[in-house]
């Protein structure tokens, strides 16, 4: 794609990005990790990534949204009823609107692709097929998070950077992926909350990121973060375990000390 294709206002859509991200941080969901907020409100106004949202935009609206329309099948119910029910079930935990689901893809990755006005879920078959509905449950909830929180936009963004580059400036793509992934490794956090609030079964995210196929380092981590989470004030209120646990601002204190180094 040529430098001119991208031709629109770069101060307007800056402000506006930054106004939706100033938004978004202060409506943010109360299980939500505070240290992407702050990531968030850096990130969607540097430039590449800036310019790299606004031609994923352009490249959803024209091509990618009928893509997968045409590949994928809608979950309701009567096609993949089971999909479609655990979705509901996890969107109503969450307080949010069930948005469509399609089954397509490959992987056990659960997406949500689109724009944060428009967002859909997206399940891979070897999901629904290697996933009992307790590891369902949870792969849903974590992909809801990013609707919940406003993240759907950045998510399509780094899903397309990396396997639709060609539609994007040349000098973009890398800086919009470094940055995309250091986000993320942060919007992981609140999208593990999210799954843990659908499936409240710390085993049953174990098995996903195992299956997932997430390794090392990181998967310790985002574990470590988890069970964190499951012994905050919040969650014991969630989950009707009793009183006490670590307040927000602790949980947050020591989830820091761990995503500073994934």
Request: net charge positive; hydrophobic share 45%.
């Amino acid at each position: 794609m040529a430098r001119g294709d991208v031709e629109f206002d770069f101060q307007r859509y800056v402000a506006l990005r930054r106004g939706q991200a100033e938004k978004r941080a202060r409506d943010g969901a109360a299980y939500a990790y505070r240290g992407e907020h702050r990531i968030r409100r850096t990130l969607t106004v540097a430039r590449p990534v800036a310019i790299a949202i606004e031609a994923t935009v352009r490249l959803w609206q024209s091509k990618a949204r009928d893509e997968l329309f045409a590949s994928g099948v809608k979950a309701t119910g009567a096609d993949h009823p089971r999909a479609h029910q655990l979705v509901a079930r996890a969107a109503k935990v969450l307080g949010i609107p069930a948005p469509p689901t399609y089954v397509a893809g490959e992987g056990r990755e659960v997406l949500a692709l689109g724009t944060d006005e428009e967002a859909y879920l997206v399940v891979p078959a070897k999901a629904l097929d290697s996933f009992d509905d307790a590891e369902l449950s949870f792969a849903l909830g974590h992909a809801l998070g990013h609707v919940h929180n406003g993240q759907v936009v950045l998510t399509t963004a780094l899903y397309y950077l990396s396997h639709d580059a060609a539609f994007y400036v040349r000098w973009v793509v890398q800086p919009a992926i470094l940055a995309l992934k250091g986000w993320l490794r942060r919007a992981e956090i609140t999208c593990d909350r999210a799954g843990l609030l659908a499936s409240p079964s710390l085993d049953a995210a174990t098995a996903v990121l195992d299956k997932q196929g997430v390794r090392g380092g990181r998967r310790d981590k985002r574990l470590a973060a988890l069970r964190l989470f499951a012994d905050s004030a919040f969650f014991r209120a969630h989950a009707g375990t009793g009183p006490g646990g670590l307040s927000a601002t602790e949980l947050d204190d020591e989830v820091a000390k761990i995503v500073s180094l994934l």
